[in-house]
């Protein structure tokens, strides 16, 4: 099946400082790219979706002057947590769309990242 | 608009027991739904989906769910189950007018020995 990886898989950051989180399709083009954000213990709540070469579309509640999104190629997508704070500690997972995927849309997700703002 | 629920935050069973999951869901169109399998510290697996056709699904793992549109159930069940099992489970949906998923906020199994 279709892989996404995510790098770091985990990061410790100083509060204040911005931390990057990369998202890739391994083995396919993926036209669209989801941020999800996790609490422990919790389910996930999508953040934004990406489209390649336009802007990200965020969910009611989601900064997007906090957190940045591009999607600069068919198969990288990158979320930019800016002046971390611990709340923003979590568990970052993306997912990506095949643009060439059945109609149900089916989505491939990444192994997570797992942040914390001390 | 689109949710999940997921009725039980924890299930304990067996091993060699019935594993019985369940999830309703709310759509304003005809749903694709999914269950996804979530391992500590690790992103989501896919277990089966249902998007049309057969409202028994078969996925892997020897999982199955099946689709029930008069009760708007989406229940997963495995006849017998393994440690291997335990896991964060969740239930999610999509409608055709949207690409994002909407998750249920998961179901823990414990597996005893």
């Known amino acids: 099946g279709a892989v996404v990886s995510q790098h770091p898989s985990w990061v410790i950051c100083k509060s204040g400082t911005s931390v990057k989180i990369e998202c890739r399709s391994l083995d396919f083009q993926a036209t669209t790219m989801f941020w999800y954000r996790q609490f422990p213990k919790q389910s996930l709540m999508l953040m934004a979706t990406?489209?390649?070469?336009?802007?990200?579309?965020?969910e009611q509640g989601v900064e997007k002057d906090k957190f940045l999104i591009n999607h600069a190629s068919l198969t990288l997508s990158t979320l930019t947590v800016t002046s971390a704070h611990p709340e923003d500690s979590s568990f970052y997972i993306c997912?990506?769309?095949?643009?060439?995927?059945?109609?149900?849309?089916?989505?491939?997700f990444g192994p997570g990242t797992r942040l914390t703002v001390t | 608009a689109q949710s999940v629920t997921q009725l039980g935050s924890h299930v304990s069973v067996s091993e060699g027991a019935l594993v019985l999951l369940r999830c309703n869901y709310s759509?304003?169109?005809?749903?694709?739904l999914f269950w996804y399998v979530q391992y500590p510290n690790q992103g989501l697996q896919l277990l089966l989906k249902?998007?049309?056709?057969?409202?028994l699904v078969k996925g892997i793992n020897g999982f199955e769910a099946e689709f029930k549109k008069s009760e708007t159930s989406f229940h997963l069940t495995k006849p017998s189950a393994h440690m291997s099992d335990a896991a964060e489970y969740f239930c999610?949906?999509?409608?055709?007018?949207?690409?994002?998923?909407?998750f249920g906020s998961g179901t823990r199994l414990q597996v005893q020995p």
């Open positions: 990406s489209n390649e070469g336009s802007k990200a579309t965020y």
């Open positions: 249902y998007t049309t056709g057969a409202t």
């Open positions: 999610a949906v999509k409608g055709t007018g949207r690409r994002a998923l909407t």
């Open positions: 997912s990506a769309r095949d643009g060439g995927g059945s109609p149900a849309g089916e989505q491939y």
């Open positions: 759509s304003s169109v005809p749903p694709y």
